[in-house]
């Protein structure tokens, strides 16, 4: 299962080259040369200490804490028991701490900019990143991206900072030597050293739209928003989860890629609240064995359109249902997740090559990149009445919101776009995105619906809600 947590290249490849010049030699003789006894100092002091030196201010802690209230024991209710044991509840205190722990690394100097991932400081209503100097600074969340597990903090007053840069990681390969960089089990900074082992994992149910780096350089809990490293000092992915079934690293971490972290910043800077990403319009299926044997195909690497929202930008470039799409700008995207991360890595105003295969032949079409549109008023709604949707935020779908949300595209009526903690909602199971079908057999087209249809007593609800496709229909108590 995976679980969420929180030298120079131009030195060692003349090692390797070294190792290489060997290989030219008589047989049996290569291994005895590789391990030849040191000449030079330089031959036993090989490093990665200057490139920590250089990139290690650049990683800090973040820390996340909020007040909990815990509920009063109905006892203390009986002045009678208040006689005994006071106001004090049993000596249980009303209020506790929690607190999180996790990495982060400043990407802006200037602006004082940190991203980390949403997880870390996710439902936290204080936040301080601490350096690896001892300074500690109080930060602020200017945007969280759940879709991406991203956020970005900006610190409030602090000067002399180091910023990493963010690689391009079009240009990472298997095999490239990487350095993950945090703070593991909250012990300090750690810096720990592997290779890329692999490159667009997918599925690993950390999010959606993305493309995992996967790594063998040891991640583990307190990890969670620090940096890979590549060998120029340069962030090539902010590390997430990890794959264990102890919870502590067993050598295969995943990292969200620095393409996909810089539109989140560039978002961030924009000052909106929410990250702008490029607009399909149409729903897509991974293409399985049997219809790519029938297609032709020697291998299932693909996405097969299912439906095209009309007049979005899939069906104006000329995108039809069961057209396979190959690949984007060139690069290939072998399933849905993979082709939502090159997708959605496009900058929003251009337009974007799409190959996809279409009775047999190859076609490219030009895709307009823009962003998913608000057809109609959000018209936000908090649900107080007593009913078993008490406690959520219900609003009208449209394109963006299904955006935001990770909703199909295409579908009508009332999502649920927030929920109150401990609410009579969240303890029945209702999840954000939840389509808020019919209540009592009437449809609800707008959330003006939903909160009058709730005004009115009743003895019992049936609620019908779409869920990843699925329509659920359940009756609760009024």
């Keep these: 299962m995976s679980h969420r947590f929180a030298g120079t290249r131009t030195v060692l490849a003349a090692g390797m080259l070294a190792c290489a010049l060997t290989a030219s030699a008589a047989p049996g003789t290569a291994f005895a040369q590789a391990r030849q006894v040191p000449e030079t100092r330089e031959q036993i002091t090989l ?17 996340g804490a909020r007040v909990e209230r815990r509920p009063q024991n109905p006892f203390m209710d009986d002045p009678f028991f208040r006689r005994f044991f006071g106001d004090g509840g049993f000596g249980v205190p009303r209020e506790r701490v929690q607190r999180s722990l996790g990495s982060g690394v400043v990407v802006d100097a200037g602006a004082g900019l940190v991203v980390t991932n949403n997880h870390v400081i996710e439902n936290m209503s204080e936040v301080k990143v601490a350096f690896a100097d001892k300074r500690e600074v109080e930060a602020t969340i ?14 409030a007053d602090a000067k002399n900072l180091t910023a990493m840069e963010l690689a ?25 050293q592997g290779i890329v082992s692999a490159l667009a994992r997918t599925q ?39 794959y264990s079934r102890s919870g502590g690293s067993v050598g295969i971490g995943f990292a969200i890629p620095a393409a996909m972290v810089r539109l989140v910043v560039e978002s961030a800077k924009a000052g909106v609240k929410t990250v702008r990403r490029p607009w399909l319009g149409a729903r897509l299926q991974a293409l399985t064995a049997d219809v790519a044997d029938g297609l032709g195909l020697d291998r299932p690497a693909g996405s097969v359109v299912a439906s095209i929202v009309e007049k979005g930008p899939a069906d104006q470039a000329g995108l039809r249902r069961s057209d396979v799409i190959l690949s984007v700008d060139g690069v290939a995207a072998d399933d849905p997740e993979s082709f939502g991360y090159r997708f959605a890595t496009r900058p929003i105003g251009g337009t974007t090559t799409m190959t996809v295969l279409r009775g047999g032949k190859k076609v490219d079409l030009q895709i307009k990149l823009v962003a998913a549109p608000e057809t109609r008023p959000r ?38 776009a927030e929920i109150e903690e401990g609410s009579t909602a969240a303890n029945i199971g209702f999840q954000k995105g939840d389509l808020i079908m019919a209540l009592n057999g009437e449809r609800m087209a707008n ?15 049936e609620v019908t809600i779409s869920r990843k496709g699925q329509t659920i229909t359940s009756v609760f108590p009024g």
């Design 379 to 416: 018209d936000t709604v908090k649900l107080t009445s007593r009913s078993p949707l008490a406690g959520l935020t219900v609003a009208n779908l449209s394109p963006a919101l299904a955006e935001e949300l990770s909703v199909e595209t295409g579908n009508e009526g009332v999502v649920v």
């Design 142 to 155: 200017l945007l969280r991206d759940p879709r991406t597990d991203l956020a970005v903090l900006k610190l």
């Design 447 to 461: 959330s003006r619906d939903v909160e009058t249809a709730l005004r009115e007593r009743k003895r019992a609800w």
């Design 47 to 63: 490093s990665f200490a200057p490139l920590v030196k250089r990139t290690a201010a650049a990683v800090v802690n973040v820390y």
């Design 168 to 192: 391009d990681t079009d240009e990472l390969q298997v095999g490239d030597i990487v350095l993950a960089m945090g703070n593991p089990f909250g012990v300090g900074q750690t810096v720990t």
């Design 204 to 242: 690993i149910g950390v999010g959606d739209a993305q493309s995992f780096i996967q790594t063998d350089a040891a991640i583990n809990p307190g990890n969670s928003g620090g940096a890979l490293v590549d060998m120029k000092g340069r962030v090539v992915g902010i590390n997430t989860a990890i």
